[in-house]
């Protein structure tokens, strides 16, 4: 699988408010000498819901959102002590944060969205980002 055939993937989902490179760019991170990857192509079709739902965010709150993590390999969600069964191993989950806007802020617009049946997931708060994955049943922590 090549980067330029998940781009022309991702150009095809016509996103008002991320570009491919956005997505791309995790797949070459590394930490500790574990490199991360793109994900199989099996799973791609996993991160569109997703994907939509931030696009759905970011259209409401008017400002910029970085994707901090997206699908991570095996051996890299070890490597960053990742949880086991974790959501970003399947391509269903991105963790982000909003310029100029709190995780809690951020956090409590993604529950209100999910409460009026945007979609069906896992929303989490961290220090300094919030996390969103489109799992088909509700999560929250």
């Known amino acids: 699988m090549s980067n330029e055939t998940y ?3 991702l150009r095809g989902l016509q996103l008002r408010h991320f570009k491919p490179i956005e997505i791309t760019s995790y797949g070459s991170r590394t930490r500790g000498g574990v490199s991360n990857s793109l994900p199989p192509r099996a799973l791609w079709g996993n991160l569109v819901p997703t994907l939509h739902v ?3 965010l970011r259209e ?3 400002k910029p ?3 901090l993590s997206i699908y991570r390999s095996p051996a890299y969600n070890a490597e960053i002590s990742g949880a086991r069964y974790s959501q970003h191993l399947v391509n269903k989950a991105i963790d982000f944060s909003v310029k100029g806007m709190s995780p809690l802020t951020v ?3 993604l529950v209100k969205m999910r409460g009026a049946g945007c979609f069906k997931g ?3 708060r961290y220090p300094g980002f919030v ?3 489109t799992r ?3 999560a929250t922590w």
Request: with cysteine; aromatic share 8%; hydrophobic share 25%.
């Open 7 to 9: 781009t022309e993937f």
């Open 54 to 56: 931030l696009d759905e």
């Open 60 to 62: 409401h709150l008017g």
């Open 65 to 67: 959102i970085t994707l």
């Open 107 to 109: 956090y409590n617009r």
């Open 122 to 124: 896992g929303v989490g």
């Open 131 to 133: 996390h969103c994955d």
């Open 136 to 138: 088909g049943r509700n």
